[in-house]
Protein backbone atom coordinates (compact mmCIF):
# COMPACT_ATOMS: atom_id res chain seq x y z
CA UNK A 1 0.00 0.00 0.00
CA UNK A 2 0.92 3.24 -1.01
CA UNK A 3 1.21 6.38 1.00
CA UNK A 4 2.56 9.28 -1.05
CA UNK A 5 4.82 9.96 1.46
CA UNK A 6 7.97 10.63 -0.92
CA UNK A 7 5.88 12.34 -3.72
CA UNK A 8 7.40 15.61 -5.09
CA UNK A 9 10.80 14.16 -3.60
CA UNK A 10 13.88 13.69 -5.58
CA UNK A 11 17.13 11.24 -4.45
CA UNK A 12 20.17 9.83 -5.00
CA UNK A 13 20.55 5.67 -4.40
CA UNK A 14 23.69 4.28 -3.92
CA UNK A 15 24.62 0.72 -3.23
CA UNK A 16 21.89 -1.40 -5.25
CA UNK A 17 23.08 -4.78 -6.71
CA UNK A 18 20.74 -6.89 -6.78
CA UNK A 19 17.31 -8.16 -5.97
CA UNK A 20 18.64 -8.60 -2.37
CA UNK A 21 20.35 -5.51 -1.93
CA UNK A 22 18.31 -3.12 1.21
CA UNK A 23 18.71 -0.21 -0.91
CA UNK A 24 17.01 -2.46 -3.93
CA UNK A 25 14.37 -2.93 -1.72
CA UNK A 26 14.52 0.44 -0.45
CA UNK A 27 14.45 1.97 -4.54
CA UNK A 28 11.30 -0.13 -4.81
CA UNK A 29 9.44 1.26 -2.09
CA UNK A 30 11.10 5.27 -2.72
CA UNK A 31 9.15 4.62 -6.46
CA UNK A 32 5.91 2.78 -4.79
CA UNK A 33 5.74 6.37 -2.38
CA UNK A 34 6.20 8.41 -5.46
CA UNK A 35 9.61 9.37 -5.60
CA UNK A 36 12.21 10.29 -8.07
CA UNK A 37 15.42 9.21 -8.22
CA UNK A 38 18.78 7.99 -9.46
CA UNK A 39 20.73 4.46 -8.82
CA UNK A 40 24.76 4.64 -8.59
CA UNK A 41 26.85 1.93 -7.93
CA UNK A 42 30.64 0.94 -9.42
CA UNK A 43 31.22 -0.39 -12.78
CA UNK A 44 31.89 -3.73 -12.11
CA UNK A 45 28.95 -3.65 -9.90
CA UNK A 46 26.80 -2.64 -12.51
CA UNK A 47 28.59 -5.52 -14.92
CA UNK A 48 27.75 -8.41 -12.34
CA UNK A 49 24.50 -7.12 -11.06
CA UNK A 50 21.21 -6.82 -12.34
CA UNK A 51 20.78 -3.24 -11.62
CA UNK A 52 19.43 -2.46 -14.74
CA UNK A 53 16.62 -4.75 -14.03
CA UNK A 54 16.08 -1.95 -10.95
CA UNK A 55 16.48 1.04 -13.34
CA UNK A 56 13.54 0.40 -15.59
CA UNK A 57 11.42 -0.70 -13.28
CA UNK A 58 11.76 2.60 -11.48
CA UNK A 59 12.06 4.90 -14.06
CA UNK A 60 15.45 5.95 -12.24
CA UNK A 61 18.71 6.78 -14.43
CA UNK A 62 22.11 4.44 -13.64
CA UNK A 63 25.27 6.98 -13.07
CA UNK A 64 28.17 4.81 -12.47
CA UNK A 65 30.73 5.83 -10.06
CA UNK A 66 32.95 4.35 -7.41
CA UNK A 67 31.99 6.28 -4.12
CA UNK A 68 35.95 6.66 -2.54
CA UNK A 69 36.32 8.74 -5.85
CA UNK A 70 35.67 12.61 -5.33
CA UNK A 71 35.35 13.31 -8.96
CA UNK A 72 33.08 10.63 -9.57
CA UNK A 73 30.98 11.49 -6.62
CA UNK A 74 30.61 15.30 -7.59
CA UNK A 75 29.67 13.96 -11.50
CA UNK A 76 26.44 11.98 -10.00
CA UNK A 77 25.13 14.54 -7.94
CA UNK A 78 25.59 17.02 -10.85
CA UNK A 79 24.48 14.60 -13.15
CA UNK A 80 21.31 13.29 -10.86
CA UNK A 81 20.21 17.58 -10.62
CA UNK A 82 20.53 17.60 -13.95
CA UNK A 83 18.12 14.77 -14.96
CA UNK A 84 15.63 15.21 -12.49
CA UNK A 85 15.16 19.55 -12.91
CA UNK A 86 16.04 20.19 -9.75
CA UNK A 87 18.14 19.80 -6.10
CA UNK A 88 17.51 16.48 -3.89
CA UNK A 89 15.49 15.53 -0.84
CA UNK A 90 16.80 12.13 -0.29
CA UNK A 91 20.39 10.48 -0.36
CA UNK A 92 20.61 6.82 0.51
CA UNK A 93 24.45 5.15 1.28
CA UNK A 94 23.73 1.26 1.16
CA UNK A 95 27.91 0.68 0.46
CA UNK A 96 30.13 -2.09 2.50
CA UNK A 97 33.21 -3.84 1.60
CA UNK A 98 35.97 -5.40 3.37
CA UNK A 99 38.60 -7.50 2.11
CA UNK A 100 39.83 -8.77 5.34
CA UNK A 101 36.34 -10.24 5.51
CA UNK A 102 36.46 -11.77 2.19
CA UNK A 103 39.83 -13.32 2.74
CA UNK A 104 39.00 -14.33 5.79
CA UNK A 105 42.15 -12.36 7.31
CA UNK A 106 41.22 -12.25 11.62
CA UNK A 107 41.06 -8.85 13.61
CA UNK A 108 44.22 -9.92 14.81
CA UNK A 109 46.20 -10.56 11.41
CA UNK A 110 44.51 -7.65 9.15
CA UNK A 111 46.03 -7.03 6.05
CA UNK A 112 46.39 -2.54 6.33
CA UNK A 113 46.08 -1.57 2.90
CA UNK A 114 42.86 -4.04 3.13
CA UNK A 115 42.30 -2.31 6.47
CA UNK A 116 42.43 1.28 5.10
CA UNK A 117 40.27 0.08 1.88
CA UNK A 118 37.39 -0.95 4.49
CA UNK A 119 37.24 2.39 5.90
CA UNK A 120 37.44 4.65 2.62
CA UNK A 121 34.47 2.37 0.81
CA UNK A 122 32.75 1.57 4.09
CA UNK A 123 33.14 4.71 5.95
CA UNK A 124 34.67 7.69 4.58
CA UNK A 125 32.55 7.69 1.08
CA UNK A 126 29.63 8.39 3.38
CA UNK A 127 31.74 11.53 4.13
CA UNK A 128 33.00 12.47 0.80
CA UNK A 129 29.30 11.74 -0.39
CA UNK A 130 28.25 14.41 2.32
CA UNK A 131 30.67 17.22 1.74
CA UNK A 132 30.74 16.99 -2.26
CA UNK A 133 27.09 17.07 -1.75
CA UNK A 134 27.37 19.94 0.73
CA UNK A 135 30.05 22.22 -1.46
CA UNK A 136 27.79 21.88 -4.67
CA UNK A 137 24.75 23.21 -2.23
CA UNK A 138 22.58 19.82 -4.08
CA UNK A 139 20.69 18.66 -1.03
CA UNK A 140 17.50 21.19 -0.57
CA UNK A 141 16.88 22.46 3.00
CA UNK A 142 15.25 19.72 5.15
CA UNK A 143 16.72 16.81 3.01
CA UNK A 144 17.42 13.51 4.78
CA UNK A 145 20.41 11.54 4.39
CA UNK A 146 20.68 7.64 5.80
CA UNK A 147 23.48 5.25 6.03
CA UNK A 148 23.04 1.46 6.85
CA UNK A 149 24.96 0.34 9.87
CA UNK A 150 25.42 -2.51 11.84
CA UNK A 151 24.86 -3.09 15.83
CA UNK A 152 28.65 -4.14 15.51
CA UNK A 153 29.65 -0.64 15.56
CA UNK A 154 28.43 -0.44 19.28
CA UNK A 155 29.16 -4.21 20.33
CA UNK A 156 31.60 -6.81 19.53
CA UNK A 157 30.58 -9.29 17.01
CA UNK A 158 32.70 -12.50 16.25
CA UNK A 159 34.04 -12.16 12.68
CA UNK A 160 32.46 -8.96 11.81
CA UNK A 161 35.67 -7.86 11.72
CA UNK A 162 37.02 -4.41 10.51
CA UNK A 163 33.63 -3.73 9.24
CA UNK A 164 32.82 -2.74 12.90
CA UNK A 165 35.79 -0.27 12.73
CA UNK A 166 34.09 1.07 10.08
CA UNK A 167 30.40 1.33 11.04
CA UNK A 168 31.85 2.87 14.27
CA UNK A 169 33.32 5.02 12.21
CA UNK A 170 29.86 5.92 9.94
CA UNK A 171 28.11 6.71 12.57
CA UNK A 172 30.40 9.08 14.10
CA UNK A 173 30.31 10.87 10.75
CA UNK A 174 26.30 11.22 10.75
CA UNK A 175 26.59 13.18 13.95
CA UNK A 176 29.68 15.04 13.06
CA UNK A 177 27.91 16.13 9.78
CA UNK A 178 24.37 16.07 11.34
CA UNK A 179 25.82 18.97 13.50
CA UNK A 180 26.77 21.22 10.82
CA UNK A 181 24.73 20.00 7.84
CA UNK A 182 21.15 20.75 10.39
CA UNK A 183 22.44 24.01 11.67
CA UNK A 184 23.17 25.18 7.82
CA UNK A 185 20.78 23.56 6.16
CA UNK A 186 18.43 21.66 7.68
CA UNK A 187 19.48 19.01 6.44
CA UNK A 188 19.21 15.13 8.65
CA UNK A 189 21.48 12.67 8.76
CA UNK A 190 20.92 9.19 10.74
CA UNK A 191 22.44 5.80 9.99
CA UNK A 192 19.61 2.81 10.54
CA UNK A 193 21.30 -0.11 11.98
CA UNK A 194 19.51 -3.29 10.67
CA UNK A 195 19.43 -6.87 11.34
CA UNK A 196 21.85 -9.45 9.78
CA UNK A 197 20.42 -9.49 6.37
CA UNK A 198 21.14 -12.65 3.79
CA UNK A 199 22.59 -10.11 0.71
CA UNK A 200 25.73 -10.32 -0.94
CA UNK A 201 27.61 -8.07 1.29
CA UNK A 202 26.04 -9.60 4.44
CA UNK A 203 26.45 -13.20 3.24
CA UNK A 204 30.31 -12.28 2.95
CA UNK A 205 30.62 -12.30 6.52
CA UNK A 206 31.58 -15.87 7.14
CA UNK A 207 29.03 -18.12 9.81
CA UNK A 208 25.35 -15.69 8.72
CA UNK A 209 23.26 -18.79 9.12
CA UNK A 210 24.33 -19.25 12.93
CA UNK A 211 24.12 -15.60 13.20
CA UNK A 212 20.91 -14.97 11.80
CA UNK A 213 19.62 -17.72 13.98
CA UNK A 214 21.06 -16.40 16.84
CA UNK A 215 19.60 -13.22 16.31
CA UNK A 216 16.53 -14.34 15.25
CA UNK A 217 15.58 -16.22 18.53
CA UNK A 218 17.10 -13.74 20.48
CA UNK A 219 14.92 -10.78 19.17
CA UNK A 220 11.15 -10.68 20.27
CA UNK A 221 9.83 -9.36 16.92
CA UNK A 222 12.06 -11.44 15.00
CA UNK A 223 14.71 -10.14 12.70
CA UNK A 224 13.93 -7.46 10.52
CA UNK A 225 13.94 -7.80 6.85
CA UNK A 226 15.19 -5.84 4.17
CA UNK A 227 11.59 -4.68 3.16
CA UNK A 228 10.95 -3.77 6.42
CA UNK A 229 14.09 -1.92 6.42
CA UNK A 230 12.90 -0.12 3.42
CA UNK A 231 10.01 0.97 4.93
CA UNK A 232 11.43 2.45 7.79
CA UNK A 233 14.12 4.07 5.63
CA UNK A 234 11.54 5.80 3.88
CA UNK A 235 9.56 7.71 6.72
CA UNK A 236 13.34 8.69 7.79
CA UNK A 237 13.15 9.92 4.04
CA UNK A 238 9.86 11.80 4.65
CA UNK A 239 8.45 14.59 6.29
CA UNK A 240 7.32 12.85 8.81
CA UNK A 241 10.90 12.65 10.83
CA UNK A 242 12.12 16.37 10.44
CA UNK A 243 13.15 16.77 13.54
CA UNK A 244 15.55 13.32 14.00
CA UNK A 245 19.24 13.83 13.30
CA UNK A 246 22.43 12.91 14.22
CA UNK A 247 20.80 9.49 15.31
CA UNK A 248 21.48 5.53 15.47
CA UNK A 249 18.27 4.31 15.20
CA UNK A 250 18.62 -0.08 16.09
CA UNK A 251 16.02 -1.43 13.44
CA UNK A 252 16.34 -4.95 14.30
CA UNK A 253 13.09 -6.51 15.84
CA UNK A 254 14.61 -5.58 19.39
CA UNK A 255 17.82 -7.42 19.42
CA UNK A 256 19.92 -4.52 21.08
CA UNK A 257 18.05 -4.35 23.74
CA UNK A 258 18.37 -8.09 24.80
CA UNK A 259 20.60 -9.98 27.29
CA UNK A 260 19.54 -13.44 26.46
CA UNK A 261 16.18 -14.93 25.55
CA UNK A 262 13.88 -18.12 26.48
CA UNK A 263 14.15 -19.51 22.84
CA UNK A 264 18.08 -18.61 22.29
CA UNK A 265 18.23 -20.23 26.47
CA UNK A 266 16.63 -23.35 25.00
CA UNK A 267 18.64 -23.53 22.42
CA UNK A 268 22.22 -23.33 24.12
CA UNK A 269 20.92 -25.53 27.12
CA UNK A 270 20.14 -28.78 24.46
CA UNK A 271 23.41 -27.94 23.44
CA UNK A 272 25.35 -27.97 26.90
CA UNK A 273 22.76 -31.30 27.14
CA UNK A 274 24.63 -33.03 24.09
CA UNK A 275 27.96 -32.96 26.00
N1 LIG B 1 23.34 -7.59 5.10
C1 LIG B 1 23.46 -7.34 6.39
O1 LIG B 1 23.45 -8.26 7.23
C2 LIG B 1 23.59 -5.93 6.86
C3 LIG B 1 23.26 -5.61 8.19
C4 LIG B 1 23.43 -4.29 8.62
C5 LIG B 1 23.93 -3.33 7.75
N2 LIG B 1 24.25 -3.68 6.45
C6 LIG B 1 24.78 -2.66 5.57
O2 LIG B 1 23.88 -2.42 4.53
C7 LIG B 1 24.59 -1.83 3.45
C8 LIG B 1 24.18 -2.50 2.14
O3 LIG B 1 24.64 -3.84 2.12
P1 LIG B 1 23.75 -5.07 1.65
O4 LIG B 1 23.64 -6.01 2.80
O5 LIG B 1 22.53 -4.59 0.99
O6 LIG B 1 24.70 -5.80 0.60
P2 LIG B 1 24.99 -5.55 -0.98
O7 LIG B 1 26.18 -6.39 -1.27
O8 LIG B 1 23.78 -5.78 -1.76
O9 LIG B 1 25.37 -3.99 -1.03
C9 LIG B 1 26.66 -3.50 -0.82
C10 LIG B 1 26.90 -2.50 -1.94
O10 LIG B 1 28.12 -1.77 -1.77
C11 LIG B 1 28.56 -1.49 -3.10
N3 LIG B 1 29.96 -1.03 -3.11
C12 LIG B 1 31.05 -1.72 -2.72
N4 LIG B 1 32.16 -0.98 -2.95
C13 LIG B 1 31.74 0.22 -3.47
C14 LIG B 1 32.39 1.40 -3.90
N5 LIG B 1 33.72 1.52 -3.84
N6 LIG B 1 31.64 2.41 -4.39
C15 LIG B 1 30.29 2.31 -4.47
N7 LIG B 1 29.62 1.22 -4.06
C16 LIG B 1 30.33 0.18 -3.58
C17 LIG B 1 28.37 -2.83 -3.78
O11 LIG B 1 28.51 -2.75 -5.20
C18 LIG B 1 26.99 -3.19 -3.32
O12 LIG B 1 26.00 -2.65 -4.18
C19 LIG B 1 26.07 -1.96 3.80
O13 LIG B 1 26.53 -0.75 4.36
C20 LIG B 1 26.06 -3.03 4.85
O14 LIG B 1 27.19 -3.01 5.68
C21 LIG B 1 24.07 -4.95 6.00
Avoid at 69 to 92: A, H, P, Q, T, Y
Avoid at 152 to 171: C, G, P, S, V
Amino acid sequence: MSYNLLKGKKGIIFGALDEKSIAWNIALKAYEEGAVFTLSNTPLALRFGTVTELSEKCRAEIIPADATNVNELENVFLRSIEVMGGKIDFLLHSIGMSMNVRKSREYDDLDYNFYSKTMDISAMSFHKMIQVAKKLDAINDWGSIVALSYIAAQRTLYRYNDMADAKAMLESIARSFGYIYGREKNVRINTISQSPTRTTAGSGVKGIDALIDFTERMSPLGNATAQECADFCIVLFSDLSRKITMQNIFHDGGFSGMGMSLKAMTQYKKSLEDE
